[in-house]
């Protein structure tokens, strides 16, 4: 780091902590829908993160298991059909 850029941060630094010291109280009334509108704002930033981290961990479970579902008919393949359960006789299958 250069010495100019050191200078710069020293007098940002200065001034930011002057201005900092130079201020008064601030006459201002919030009230409650603040509060009330902070808490919401924080729960649903966690909430965000929660449902950020189902998604990754969900998605590829469930790909996973439809993965699982295509692969077992291959077992079932061995079972006798039901007599009368023909795809081609059902009038709504077409």
Avoid: H
């Avoid at 201005?19 to 649903?44: E, K, N, R």
């Avoid at 965000?48 to 981290?53: L, R």
């Avoid at 998604?55 to 692969?71: D, E, T």
Wanted: hydrophobic content about 45%.
């Amino acid at each position: 780091m250069g010495t100019q850029m050191v200078r710069t941060i020293t007098k940002l630094t200065g001034l930011f902590a002057l201005c900092a010291a130079l201020t008064g109280p601030a006459s201002a009334y919030t009230g409650p829908g603040l509060g009330f509108a902070s808490i919401a704002v924080v729960l649903g930033f966690i909430a965000s993160i929660f449902v950020a981290i189902f998604a990754i961990l969900w998605y590829p479970f469930k790909r996973m298991l439809k993965g699982r579902k295509k692969a077992s008919p291959a077992l079932s393949a061995d079972l006798d059909p039901l007599p009368g359960n023909d795809e081609n006789t059902d009038p709504g299958n077409k």
